[in-house]
């Protein structure tokens, strides 16, 4: 039976592992810190770990997994940015992931967001518990009509463009790797990423985070953007330059924000911090202030289809053996 070390422990995550570990068992050790290089230590005996997005597999928590005997990291997410491949295989520790688990639980968060942030849904919830019923403030736009640019036309970028053609809302689409096949039945176009930018109305990111794409959105795309345009983000905070950003937000320049992942998230999302009635993060803490500002933290897979087949899959990969002794990344 295989040893597991699990990390950043949430009791969801707890309860779907183990309602999707076989009979032939795995034996699991939870723990509700992260893996650093600091916590690495805690893998010894471990056959293999199990990590989430910001758990930190840079080159020395690597090493020091490996000298604990560890041959196989299992990422229960998509992204891989949290680890240093290279290093991976170089101390010859498998990386494996779950390249799809639900396309549309990241998809449909993305738009939730954005209907919450147009019609102000969050606002006006917050008032009537308290008796006010005032429109006051509270003016949003038709979706239909309007341009949507979508970066990245990947499995989630897909399903979030198909979601924005039924509300009868125009697609332009950038990405390296076009699919003309499904644009064309979705009417969808892909253009340039500068005239996606130019013209889209609300834009949304849904690529990964490579060395690349890191702030991809800085001081001079940020400028770009259409006046008053709205701006999502799902894929992974540091896409966006978060300095450049709230320049753009004091400015005036766009109509609204919503981010389900923030540019240093790690420590900060997925844990209760109310206790402490302050947020050491000040650029968290300015983000927070704009009222045409809405933030959740890194929530969008969080459906019970999404659960389920990350469990499934991770548990398909621990159990894969032999497979995985090569270091490299399995998809
Ligand atoms: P995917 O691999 O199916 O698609 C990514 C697409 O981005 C690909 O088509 C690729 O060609 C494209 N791309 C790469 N570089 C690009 C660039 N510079 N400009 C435009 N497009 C580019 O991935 P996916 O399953 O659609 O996931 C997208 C991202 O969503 C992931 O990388 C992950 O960071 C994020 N994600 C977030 C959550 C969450 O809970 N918030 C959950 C899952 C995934």
Not at 151 to 166: D, E, S, Y
Not at 301 to 308: I, P
Request: charged letters at 20%.
């Amino acid at each position: 039976m295989k040893t597991v070390s699990f990390y950043d422990t949430k009791p969801y995550d707890r309860d779907y592992i183990l309602a999707a570990t076989g009979a032939e068992g795995i034996r699991w050790h939870f723990h509700d810190f992260r893996l650093t290089a600091e916590t690495a230590a805690t893998a010894a005996g471990s056959d293999a770990v199990c990590v989430f997005v910001n758990d930190k597999l840079d080159r020395d928590c690597l090493q020091q997994l490996a000298k604990a005997g560890v041959r196989h990291a299992a990422l229960r997410c998509a992204g891989f940015n949290q680890v240093d491949l290279t290093a991976a295989k170089e101390f010859g520790i498998a990386v494996t992931r779950v390249p799809a688990y639900s396309p549309h639980a990241v998809a449909d968060h993305s738009v939730a967001l954005l209907l919450t942030l147009n019609r102000k849904i969050h606002r006006a919830h917050n008032r009537v518990r308290e008796f006010n019923f005032s429109l006051a403030g509270l003016v949003g736009f038709d979706l239909h009509g309007k341009t949507v640019g979508i970066i990245g036309t990947g499995k989630i970028g897909r399903c979030t463009a198909q979601i924005f053609r039924g509300f009868g809302c125009h697609v332009l689409a950038y990405d390296p790797f076009p699919n003309p096949e499904w644009a064309a039945a979705n009417q969808i176009t892909h253009t340039a990423f500068d005239e996606v930018l130019a013209r889209a109305d609300i834009l949304s990111l849904h690529l990964p985070l490579t060395k690349d794409t890191h702030h991809l959105l800085n001081e001079r795309t940020l400028a770009r953007m259409k006046p008053g345009a709205y701006l999502l983000n799902t894929s992974r905070g540091k896409l966006i330059d978060t300095a450049a950003l709230i320049e753009t937000l004091k400015a005036g320049r766009l109509g609204g924000v919503a981010l389900d992942v923030y540019e240093e998230e790690e420590g900060i999302f997925f844990e209760d911090h109310s206790h402490r009635g302050l947020l050491e993060d000040d650029e968290l803490s300015r983000l927070l202030t704009f009222p045409n500002v809405l933030i959740t933290s890194h929530q969008a897979f969080l459906t019970h289809e999404a659960l389920s087949e990350i469990a499934r899959v991770t548990v398909t990969n621990l159990n894969a053996s032999g497979s995985w002794l090569d270091g490299t990344l399995l998809t």
